[in-house]
């Protein structure tokens, strides 16, 4: 189990994960996002819907027995803080619009899964990012 303190930055940490019917990796890529306490109402509301999309996107990379270079998972980071804050700006943050997110992050981390399996390759990298956005992209709350 990960635990995390209060106030420590976002970090990324490493931890193995092998998946079913996967080879065991140097260890699958897991990225924590960590809260701090205080804020507005919409800022917490902001933190809990990026906190419940990476848990989407470690789910997703475990899952696939997938490792991620840190550049795929800045982008990965990245497309789930625009996509936290998209929900935010429209006031889409209710429980159907997370689940609706989260369907859509699956469907984009399954597409990134596609797209290594057919370079051969268990390791994601940033252009594969780019490939499966662009597959599925306009895709809300992401692109």
Same mark, same amino acid.
């Given at each position: 189990?990960?635990?995390? =303190?209060?106030?420590?930055?976002?970090?990324?940490?490493?931890? !193995?994960?092998?998946?079913?019917?996967?080879?065991? @990796?140097? /260890?699958?890529?897991? *990225?924590?996002?960590?809260?701090? &306490? /205080?804020?507005?109402?919409?800022?917490?509301v902001?933190?809990? *819907?990026r906190? +419940? @999309?990476?848990?989407?996107?470690?789910?997703?990379?475990?899952?696939?027995?997938?490792?991620?270079?840190?550049? $795929?998972?800045?982008?990965? &980071?990245?497309?789930?803080?625009?996509?936290?804050?998209?929900m935010?700006?429209?006031?889409r $943050?209710?429980?159907?619009?997370?689940?609706?997110? !989260?369907?859509?992050? $699956? =469907?984009?981390?399954?597409? @990134?899964?596609?797209? +290594?399996?057919?370079?051969? $390759?268990?390791?994601?990298?940033?252009? !594969?990012?780019?490939?499966? @956005?662009?597959?599925? %992209?306009?895709?809300?709350?992401? %692109?």
């Amino acid at each position: 189990m990960l635990r995390a =303190k209060v106030g420590v930055p976002p970090a990324i940490v490493f931890s !193995q994960f092998p998946a079913a019917g996967k080879p065991a @990796l140097s /260890g699958s890529v897991v *990225i924590v996002y960590v809260s701090v &306490r /205080g804020g507005s109402k919409n800022q917490i509301v902001a933190e809990a *819907i990026r906190n +419940a @999309l990476l848990t989407t996107v470690n789910e997703e990379l475990a899952r696939a027995g997938l490792e991620a270079d840190p550049f $795929t998972l800045g982008g990965l &980071r990245e497309l789930v803080d625009t996509a936290a804050g998209r929900m935010e700006a429209e006031r889409r $943050t209710g429980p159907a619009d997370l689940e609706r997110a !989260q369907q859509h992050l $699956t =469907k984009i981390m399954r597409e @990134l899964q596609a797209e +290594a399996e057919r370079r051969g $390759t268990f390791t994601v990298a940033p252009a !594969q990012l780019e490939v499966a @956005l662009g597959r599925l %992209c306009p895709i809300w709350p992401f %692109c």
